[in-house]
């Protein structure tokens, strides 16, 4: 998962770019983003900007986007808002575009509520991050055009950075730990089988491998595709009164009382109690 946040800064900078710094939610503020996993460690994450820069600017300006195939494979991507640009290794959300009346088409709909659902990980590892270090909620360090000054306060957020994914793997390894009973022993032959595994002409559409440098649009098809098709009969439905189809028995039986009553309320009430 990736996204952009706001680290406030308490004292007004004194620098010539100091108008830069104003962003959309605080008076003063430093722009970061942040790539974290599903156990919320932050892999990777550029701090620096100012908070008016956007997201997009300074993921185009990371590593991760500007040499992806040393940190992204075939089958590798990250998710993220609609601040982004889709690419091979980005998976953004649709743009809820209104145009002729017509809003998202339902497949889009619902491909940007399956991936909502992951990015509230991102959140929780925010949330974390800046709970367990006040500091950063108000930065009280004057940057000024003294270019030591910024990179003094980028030493101390990445040191809250390196902090936080220690605890994180301390605290892993204290529950596997307190979790492991040697008594038990499991034989793990018979399901690490190779010949278990499904040849490739059979792996779902999610496994097949993205192309390098494919088609921006590619990776994101690719996944709209496999939630579809995998998610199409949750919400691909018609309210059951349209459905002109059903015989009054069958009426009858789906709801578990009778309609012949034709509106008195009362057998209904008796039925559901």
């Given at each position: 998962?990736?996204?952009?946040?706001?680290?406030?800064?308490?004292?007004?900078?004194?620098?010539?770019?100091?108008?830069?710094?104003?962003?959309?939610?605080?008076?003063?503020?430093?722009?970061?983003?942040?790539?974290?996993?599903?156990?919320?460690?932050?892999?990777?994450?550029?701090?620096?900007?100012?908070?008016?820069?956007?997201?997009?600017?300074?993921?185009?300006?990371?590593?991760?986007?500007?040499?992806?195939?040393?940190?992204?494979?075939?089958?590798?991507?990250?998710?993220?808002?609609?601040?982004?640009?889709?690419?091979?290794?980005?998976?953004?959300?649709?743009?809820?575009?209104?145009?002729?009346?017509?809003?998202?088409?339902?497949?889009?709909?619902?491909?940007?509520?399956?991936?909502?659902?992951?990015?509230?990980?991102?959140?929780?590892?925010?949330?974390?991050?800046?709970?367990?270090?006040?500091?950063?909620?108000?930065?009280?360090?004057?940057?000024?055009?003294?270019?030591?000054?910024?990179?003094?306060?980028?030493?101390?957020?990445?040191?809250?950075?390196?902090?936080?994914?220690?605890?994180?793997?301390?605290?892993?390894?204290?529950?596997?730990?307190?979790?492991?009973?040697?008594?038990?022993?499991?034989?793990?032959?018979?399901?690490?089988?190779?010949?278990?595994?499904?040849?490739?002409?059979?792996?779902?559409?999610?496994?097949?491998?993205?192309?390098?440098?494919?088609?921006?649009?590619?990776?994101?098809?690719?996944?709209?595709?496999?939630?579809?098709?995998?998610?199409?009969?949750?919400?691909?439905?018609?309210?059951?009164?349209?459905?002109?189809?059903?015989?009054?028995?069958?009426?009858?039986?789906?709801?578990?009382?009778?309609?012949?009553t034709d509106g008195d309320d009362s057998s209904v009430v008796s039925e559901l109690d």
């Open positions: 998962m990736q996204d952009g946040t706001l680290l406030r800064l308490g004292i007004e900078p004194e620098s010539d770019d100091a108008a830069d710094y104003h962003g959309r939610k605080f008076a003063y503020s430093i722009t970061v983003s942040v790539l974290n996993d599903d156990e919320r460690r932050i892999r990777a994450y550029c701090a620096g900007y100012p908070g008016s820069a956007h997201d997009n600017r300074v993921w185009r300006n990371m590593k991760q986007h500007r040499d992806p195939e040393s940190y992204f494979s075939e089958n590798e991507f990250v998710m993220c808002d609609t601040a982004y640009e889709p690419s091979w290794f980005c998976v953004p959300a649709f743009k809820c575009v209104v145009v002729d009346g017509l809003h998202l088409h339902p497949h889009k709909t619902l491909f940007n509520t399956v991936l909502a659902k992951p990015r509230v990980v991102f959140e929780h590892t925010v949330g974390l991050w800046k709970g367990r270090f006040c500091w950063l909620r108000n930065i009280r360090m004057k940057i000024t055009n003294n270019k030591n000054s910024l990179k003094q306060t980028l030493r101390y957020i990445d040191s809250t950075i390196v902090v936080h994914n220690m605890l994180l793997d301390w605290r892993e390894a204290e529950d596997r730990n307190a979790a492991w009973d040697e008594s038990v022993v499991t034989d793990l032959t018979s399901t690490d089988n190779a010949n278990r595994a499904p040849p490739i002409a059979q792996r779902e559409v999610l496994d097949q491998p993205i192309p390098l440098h494919a088609l921006n649009e590619m990776r994101r098809t690719q996944l709209m595709q496999y939630i579809c098709e995998t998610n199409i009969h949750l919400y691909n439905y018609s309210p059951i009164q349209d459905d002109l189809s059903l015989s009054h028995g069958d009426w009858s039986s789906m709801v578990g009382y009778d309609f012949s």
